[in-house]
């Protein structure tokens, strides 16, 4: 698949919170009071994996991306 790609390695600190790069931020127009919807992806108690996407993006266009890389990441 090649829609998608690690873009940024980050680390959760002692409080819980994570800091995306500025580069990363400037690359998908974040900007201060954005809000992320934080989808998981898993079976049953095994998560594999977390995507972001901006609130405001969660619609049908966000589902027919994440339709088909869900069914290629599940299996």
Do not use: Y
Not at 7 to 17: H, L, N, R
Not at 46 to 63: D, P, Q, Y
């Amino acid at each position: 698949m090649n829609c998608c790609g690690v873009e940024a390695v980050v680390t959760v600190d002692s409080k819980g919170q994570m800091v995306l790069p500025k580069d990363l931020r400037e690359k998908i127009k974040l900007k201060p009071n954005d809000k992320l919807a934080i989808i998981i992806c898993g079976r049953e108690d095994e998560t594999c994996c977390l995507i972001m996407v901006k609130a405001e993006n969660l619609g049908s266009s966000v589902k027919s991306f994440l339709g088909p890389l869900l069914r290629e990441v599940l299996g």
